[in-house]
């Protein structure tokens, strides 16, 4: 039993990709529910806060829990199988069934789980393609689309997009520069469409006369 917890680190060291790629959508929202469990340190919080690009605010969070030890490991892993952070990450589902695995197995098992792991990143947006052999949409794609929504960017969000008021009202909070802004509510709506959030799919949904966006601003999401 003495590889066990080390097995917890591992188990959570080996989702960090596909972690990272889920949460980015809203860094913010996970690191303070994350202090708000003393899964960090004061300073390990402070670090991981002064992160302005999600994506690293991210990789800092795991890599300071995870080197706080089996314990915040769990803990993170707990929080994660939480129905708040399930419903606003529906990527996430796949956590539980690790927590069940992780709880009724000794450390083999645990470990047989790890070297498994890179078959449940298959629905991983990273991989950029679906089982339908469509295109899911890339980062650089979302930010160039970023820089070229204004002001409307709320009612795009409300009413293309299907974000929830709430939740843009949270992006807004977290996030001061507009683009920056904008950026963080086109992951969310990759995050929630899973296999859907193709390329194709936010070209048809942002193309609509109704946004007046440019088509050239949209173009790259037509490129391979």
């Not at 990789?59 to 915040?72: F, S, Y």
């Not at 419903?87 to 790890?114: C, H, W, Y």
Request: a negative charge.
């Amino acid at each position: 039993m003495a590889d066990e917890p080390a097995a917890v680190i591992q188990l959570l060291r080996g989702q960090k990709a596909k972690l990272i790629e889920i949460l980015s959508a809203d860094a913010d929202y996970v690191l303070q529910h994350a202090d708000s469990r003393s899964l960090l340190s004061p300073h390990g919080y402070q670090q991981v806060k002064a992160c302005r690009i999600p994506s690293e605010k991210v990789t800092d969070l795991l890599d300071h829990v995870i080197q706080r030890g089996p314990e915040a490991a769990q803990g993170l892993l707990e929080l994660l199988s939480e129905n708040d952070l399930q419903e606003t990450f529906p990527m996430l589902d796949f956590i539980k069934d690790l927590q069940v695995n992780a709880q009724s197995s000794g450390p083999k098992e645990i470990s047989r789980k790890r070297v498994n792991a890179p078959d449940l990143q298959d629905a991983v947006p990273s991989k950029q393609i679906c089982n339908n052999g469509a295109i899911l949409v890339k980062e650089k794609q979302l930010m160039a689309v970023a820089r070229a929504i204004g002001k409307s960017w709320r009612e795009i969000g409300r009413l293309a997009l299907n974000v929830p008021s709430v939740k843009l009202e949270q992006i807004e909070e977290d996030h001061l520069l507009h683009v920056e802004r904008v950026f963080a509510m086109l992951r969310y709506w990759r995050t929630c469409q899973r296999e859907k959030a193709t390329a194709a799919h936010l070209h048809s949904l942002l193309s609509q006369e109704d946004w007046e966006l440019p088509p050239e601003s949209l173009g790259i999401l037509l490129e391979g």
